[in-house]
């Protein structure tokens, strides 16, 4: 089938997404788990931080970078339950607040910790502490790659 005809046909249009400007703008940083694609076995994806099924739009302000593991453990959600307080509360968004409100990393830069319940929420949803990042964060902090910045 020729490219786009598909998408004619369904009465949908193929966008194309300004990965490189997302890219750039995020230093080639996961936006969330902070994970530098340049160190990474799997290019990054373009997260749409309202997902379009939450009518969310493919604006710049509504776009990050995320590591596949992210991007997965995100999929749909906007928020989650907040273990301390009971309440349900917004997942961290790139566009809008600062990382380093809503986190900071341990003495050794292995483990995220949140701040604030969004961003302990965040860690929840997203798995932002996996086994295997905190590997590689303590393993890039000996070569003096951790933090990324
Ligand atoms: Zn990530």
Redesign the pocket.
């Known amino acids: 089938m020729i490219w786009g005809l598909k998408e004619a046909l369904m009465g949908k249009r193929r966008v194309r997404l300004p990965r490189s400007r997302v890219k750039i703008r995020a230093n080639y940083c996961?936006?969330?788990?902070?994970?530098q694609e340049n160190l990474s076995s799997s290019p990054f994806s373009i997260d749409h931080i309202i997902p379009l099924a939450k009518n969310g739009s493919n604006d710049l302000d509504n776009l990050a970078l995320?590591?596949p593991?992210?991007?997965n453990h995100k999929f749909t959600h906007t928020e989650a339950l907040d273990p301390v307080s009971g309440e349900i509360v917004p997942l961290f968004h790139p566009r809008q607040q600062e990382w380093a409100q809503h986190f900071k990393w341990s003495s050794d830069y292995s483990t995220m910790i949140g701040l604030t319940p969004t961003g302990r929420v965040t860690i929840i949803r997203?798995k932002?502490n996996r086994d295997y990042?905190v590997n590689l964060r303590k393993a890039l902090f000996l070569t003096g790659q951790q933090p990324p910045f």
């Open positions: 996961c936006e969330y788990c902070k994970s995320a590591c593991g992210c991007n997203l932002l990042l």
